[in-house]
């Protein structure tokens, strides 16, 4: 039934979730506020913010080196850091090793006459994946290490085709942090792969409740929608999330068979349009549901062009040897 309703187009989605190379950038100001408790004593302190600007809510080392050697500190649950008795001298302050973040460096001078600065660090995510958009993905900033590695993991597995390690290792990630709505978004993704689209409901509403105004898992709900023939209800998710993620080429290609499967064709194609724009080869379905608009329209021609590009990219696809049929039927003769 599902194949039938999406004109066994199957699935063709492959979504990654990596991180965009950006340099760790700080702010140093002259001093910090008055009632700050870290100023008093020669304490050299400040505070650690992830990506997206909040403070990081998990623990990070902080290292300060001298001429004497490296001392090391932790932050606290709301970013904050401080190490005591610091005298008259130069040092650098270190944040390298956390696997999600680039490492961050920062030369500090403190002079006997004046108080030690205050440190404003904005931490950025390492350019180790990148997500569909290219766009920075702050959600991972404050996963424990642990988790964040299995969800890496699992990536790397999902990647090579083998998505049952890739959801043993998602589940290991959720247990080591309850409230990692990408991995639970992840599951859902690859539930969906496998056809166990119940599991990948389940998954996804766990990571909608977790992230309400995240664009992510609705947009991975609205494909799974699409997927169960819930045509209407996908078209409603995908453009709600294709608003804050636009660049999504496998969000408009669903939009597009959503659209066209409803028979609202004129925006199918403008939505199938833009996801060859965006996912180029990738998007290779696109062409296949462009050329049964244009058929539909009457237009053989283009029909042809678009059915002849989708064999091109898919030459092994389950509808081959209809799509060629349709070809054939379909192609002008030279007598013509």
Do not use: C, W
């Not at 950006?22 to 400040?46: C, E, H, K, Y």
């Not at 060859?276 to 042809?304: C, M, N, P, T, W």
């Amino acid at each position: 039934m599902l194949k039938k309703a999406l004109g066994g187009s199957g699935l063709s989605l492959v979504l990654f979730l990596l991180f965009a190379a950006v340099r760790v950038t700080a702010q140093i100001s002259p001093g910090a506020p008055p009632t700050d408790p870290f100023r008093l004593g020669g304490g050299l302190s400040g505070v650690v913010h992830a990506p997206d600007g909040q403070r990081l809510s998990r623990r990070v080392s902080v290292r300060l080196r001298s001429m004497e050697g490296d001392r090391v500190t932790t932050t606290d649950d709301k970013g904050n850091f401080t190490f005591s008795g610091v005298t008259k001298g130069d040092y650098v302050v270190i944040i390298d090793k956390e696997p999600a973040f680039e490492p961050y460096s920062e030369n500090v001078s403190i002079q006997a006459a004046s108080a030690p600065p205050y440190l404003n660090i904005r931490l950025r995510l390492k350019a180790e994946a990148k997500a569909e958009t290219g766009v920075v993905n702050a959600e991972l900033a404050n996963v424990p290490p642990r988790a964040l590695a299995f969800y890496q993991k699992a990536h790397e597995l999902a990647k090579a085709g083998n998505g049952k390690a890739a959801i043993e290792q998602l589940h290991k990630a959720i247990a080591e942090y309850s409230d990692f709505m990408l991995a639970y978004n992840e599951l859902g993704f690859q539930y969906l792969l496998l056809g166990e689209l119940n599991k990948a409901d389940e998954s996804l509403a766990k990571a909608r409740k977790l992230a309400p105004e995240s664009a992510t898992p609705l947009l991975t709900h609205g494909i799974l929608l699409a997927l169960m023939g819930k045509f209407d209800l996908a078209v409603t998710e995908l453009q709600t999330a294709l608003k804050q993620k636009d660049q999504s080429a496998n969000g408009h290609l669903y939009l597009g068979q959503s659209l066209a499967n409803l028979g609202r064709f004129p925006e199918a194609e403008v939505q199938l349009t833009r996801a060859i724009e965006l996912g180029g080869d990738e998007s290779k379905d696109a062409h296949r549901f462009l050329g049964g608009i244009y058929l539909q329209r009457g237009d053989r021609e283009k029909a042809v062009a678009e059915f002849e590009t989708y064999l091109k990219l898919a030459p092994k696809a389950k509808d081959a040897e209809q799509i060629r049929q349709v070809i054939r039927q379909n192609k002008p003769s030279r007598n013509q």
